[in-house]
């Protein structure tokens, strides 16, 4: 089945650092939304951007959207021993299926 | 609080006994899921419900079945699990769609199958 790509597959950071994570898709989207999964834990949505939007910001994350290159980017920045996770994207298109990747393993260091 | 539980976290069993893991939202919404986590293979939709008494298939749903009687609660069925079965299960909701609004996810079933 089609799967989403993130990129980088694991990264590893310093308490402070900044974090960009990218992701990468094949079919047209309604809209792409990222999600947070702590170790065996369920995930938890963060962002949803929408087609039309390029730029979508919440708190310490900033998401961005390149349509014509059918990529996203999930920035977390100041990041903190608790952002330590998985980090999921899964694109929406037109069938109502969410299509997932299978993720960037974060690990920030104390 | 808003939430979606499933029962139980973790379950060992043996081979052809049949199991449910239930799923129940207090959030009034239309549409659940449920997903299977295998490492390398990411996140498989096995069924989804619209709203109450419509279910359909996802990518995954061999050896699976679910019903949705009452709008909060979806159970997901192994009538005779199998080893390929062990896995992790996520129940997730959403208002409308996940596709649409996003899903909020139950804190996995870790399924063992001996």
């Known amino acids: 089945s089609q799967q989403g790509e993130e990129d980088p597959q694991a990264l590893s950071i310093q308490e402070g650092e900044n974090a960009t994570m990218n992701c990468s898709y094949k079919?047209?989207?309604?809209?792409l939304q990222w999600y947070r999964q702590n170790s065996g834990r369920g995930l938890v949505h963060l962002i949803l951007?929408?087609?039309n939007e390029r730029e979508k910001h919440s708190g310490r994350l900033r998401v961005t959207l390149d349509t014509s290159k059918k990529s996203s980017s999930l920035l977390i920045t100041a990041s903190r021993a608790a952002d330590t996770a998985s980090y999921f994207c899964?694109?929406?298109?037109?069938?109502?299926?969410?299509?997932w990747g299978l993720g960037t393993s974060l690990a920030v260091n104390p | 609080e808003a939430q979606v539980t499933q029962n139980p976290r973790y379950l060992i069993t043996v081979t052809g006994k049949k199991l449910t893991v239930t799923c129940s939202q207090n959030?009034?919404?239309?549409?659940m899921s449920w997903y299977r986590q295998d490492p390398g293979l990411g996140l498989r939709q096995i069924y989804y419900?619209?709203?109450?008494?419509?279910?359909d298939k996802g990518d995954v749903p061999e050896g699976y079945k679910v019903s949705r009687k009452e709008k909060r609660n979806f159970p997901l069925i192994l009538e005779s699990p199998s080893p390929n079965q062990t896995s992790l299960y996520f129940c997730?909701?959403?208002?409308?769609?996940?596709?649409?609004?996003?899903?909020?996810f139950g804190s996995g079933t870790r399924l063992t199958v001996v």
């Open positions: 997730a909701s959403s208002p409308l769609s996940g596709t649409v609004y996003g899903y909020t």
């Open positions: 959030m009034n919404h239309e549409y």
């Open positions: 419900s619209m709203n109450v008494e419509v279910t």
């Open positions: 079919t047209s989207i309604n809209n």
């Open positions: 951007i929408r087609s």
């Open positions: 899964a694109n929406a298109g037109n069938n109502r299926k969410l299509i």
